[in-house]
């Protein structure tokens, strides 16, 4: 029976093409928007984004529901009355079967193009500090920039060129394909004093 549920609609109040009767919730899409308080319909976001969700239901408040969020990533948003899960699930029409048995009063299946969320490590740089994606919600870009560099490099190679002190961090972050203030960041963690830059 679910194989033919329409996606992007909440059953069992959807009717037929392009209608929605008395629908009281909204989409799993606007709660996760909501929730990381970007209402627009695109937003960037370093985890989850809205091509996450592949499946959402509703259930009564008091109905136990912590073994519908076993799943690569899950949400609760809880109303006065009712409680809607949303998760990003391998297998959408095996979790709302779950739902259903489990007490759901209404059930949501995304569009076939989602992807199931995977969780990766976060990217750091030299000193440790997670690596922001560009334009990461709530940052700004100004201008292009000129030089695009590597994120790996060889420690041991650029301590030595600081050591040997013949070139200024300038020359030494380009020579190993990363900036000066790295540079500048990895003498500083090795304690070596920096030779000085042009007057």
Not at 77 to 83: F, G, L, N, P
Not at 133 to 159: D, R, S
């Amino acid at each position: 029976m679910n194989e033919a549920l329409v996606a992007n609609k909440w059953y069992p109040h959807y009717k037929g093409p392009g209608r929605s009767y008395n629908n009281p919730y909204p989409t799993p899409q606007s709660v996760l928007r909501l929730a990381v308080g970007a209402e627009e319909y695109k937003f960037l976001s370093e985890t989850v984004t809205t091509e996450h969700i592949r499946a959402a239901v509703v259930l009564p408040v008091a109905v136990p529901f912590e073994h519908l969020l076993a799943e690569p990533w899950g949400m609760s948003y809880k109303s006065a009355t009712w409680r809607m899960l949303i998760v990003s699930t391998v297998d959408p029409l095996r979790w709302i079967e779950l739902a259903q048995a489990s007490g759901a009063v209404a059930w949501f299946k995304a569009h076939v193009q989602t992807m199931t969320y995977n969780w990766e490590p976060p990217e750091l740089d030299a000193t440790g500090n997670k690596v922001r994606p560009p334009n990461a919600l709530g940052t700004q870009v100004f201008g292009p920039c000129k030089k695009h560099y590597k994120k790996k490099y060889n420690l041991a190679e650029v301590i030595y060129d600081i050591n040997s002190r013949t070139a200024t961090t300038r020359e030494i972050g380009e020579r190993h394909g990363i900036s000066s203030a790295t540079v500048s960041g990895i003498a500083k963690r090795a304690r070596i004093k920096l030779m000085p830059g042009p007057k």
